[in-house]
C-alpha cells in the first residue's frame, strides 16, 4: 500500500481528546491533525517524537491532516492509523501473501456474525466452507526487546471478538485471529497480559477452542507500508 501523496514531517507536540494530535511541521508549521487511533498509543505518543501525515486538500474536512507514523522512543516505525491494518491484510490476502489463508473463492468484509452482535473484518468463502478472519493492528514494543504486544490498553471490545471466533470454532467454523504488526524491528508477538489479562485469558481460551492465531509483519517506510512475513505468536 503506498501513501496517496507523500506524507510530511514534523514533531508531535500532544496527542488529545483521542481524536486530535499538535505538531509542528518541519517547515516550522504549527497544526492540529486528526489522530485516528482510539487505543492508548502507549509508546507512540511521545511528546518531540518525529511523526509523519498526510496533508489533507479538502475543504469540506475540518482538519488540514492525518497522522499516520511514528518514530518510537526504541527508534522504530509504527503506523498509527489502525484503518490501514484492514487494507494492508486485504491486499496480503488478495496477493496470496498469507499462505495459511490461500484459496477463497470470495472475500467479504464487516460481516455480521456470532450472538454478541459482533462483525469480523473479513469472512473468506472457500469450495467447503468459510473462514471468519478478525484482524488487530499492533504497535506497542517494550524496550529492545524484538517481541511486540497487543493490547496497548484494556479492550473489552478485543475479548468479546475472541469469544465470538471460540463460539464458531467450537461449531466446525474456521476461525482466524491475525495480528497485524505495524512496527518495524518486531520478531514476534505476545498477548500484553501485564495491561489486559482479561484479554489474554480470552486468547488462550480461543485457542484451546480451535481458533487459529497468525502474525504478519510489515515493511514500512514513508512512502509504503506491506505486509510481508509471518511471525511467531508467543502465548
Known amino acids: 500500500m503506498r501513501f496517496v501523496t507523500p506524507l510530511e514531517q514534523g514533531t508531535l507536540v500532544r496527542r488529545y481528546k483521542r481524536f486530535l494530535a499538535d505538531?509542528?511541521?518541519?517547515?516550522g508549521e504549527a497544526l492540529c491533525i486528526h489522530c485516528p487511533?482510539?487505543?492508548s498509543m502507549l509508546n507512540c505518543m511521545g511528546e518531540g517524537a518525529r511523526v509523519w501525515f498526510l496533508r489533507n486538500s479538502d475543504p469540506k474536512r475540518k482538519l488540514p491532516g492525518t497522522w499516520e507514523l511514528v518514530e518510537t522512543p526504541q527508534g522504530r516505525l509504527a503506523c498509527v492509523?489502525?484503518?490501514?491494518?484492514?487494507?494492508?491484510?486485504e491486499e496480503a490476502l488478495l496477493a496470496g501473501v498469507i499462505e495459511e489463508l490461500n484459496g477463497f473463492t470470495a472475500l467479504k468484509r464487516e460481516v455480521a456474525y456470532g450472538v454478541e452482535n459482533s462483525r469480523v473484518d473479513f469472512r473468506l468463502d472457500y469450495p467447503l466452507g468459510s473462514a471468519f478472519v478478525e484482524v488487530k493492528s499492533v504497535t506497542l514494543g517494550f524496550g529492545d526487546t524484538a517481541v511486540a504486544a497487543f493490547p496497548d490498553a484494556v479492550t473489552s471490545r478485543g475479548?468479546?471478538?475472541?469469544r465470538e471466533l471460540a463460539a464458531l470454532a467450537r461449531d466446525g467454523v474456521r476461525a482466524v485471529q491475525l495480528y497485524c504488526v505495524n512496527l518495524t524491528g518486531i520478531e514476534a508477538v505476545r498477548p500484553a497480559s501485564e495491561i489486559?489479562?482479561?484479554?489474554?485469558?480470552?486468547l488462550r481460551d480461543a485457542v484451546e477452542a480451535g481458533?487459529?492465531?497468525?502474525?504478519?509483519?510489515?515493511?514500512?517506510?514513508?512512502?509504503?507500508?506491506?505486509?510481508v512475513r509471518r511471525?511467531?505468536?508467543?502465548?
Open 159 to 162: 475479548a468479546r471478538h475472541l
Open 37 to 39: 487511533n482510539t487505543g
Open 23 to 27: 505538531i509542528v511541521t518541519d517547515a
Open 211 to 227: 481458533v487459529e492465531v497468525l502474525a504478519y509483519g510489515v515493511e514500512l517506510s514513508p512512502e509504503e507500508i506491506r505486509l
Open 81 to 89: 492509523n489502525t484503518a490501514r491494518a484492514n487494507r494492508l491484510v
Open 196 to 202: 489486559d489479562p482479561l484479554y489474554t485469558a480470552a
Open 231 to 235: 511471525l511467531p505468536v508467543i502465548l
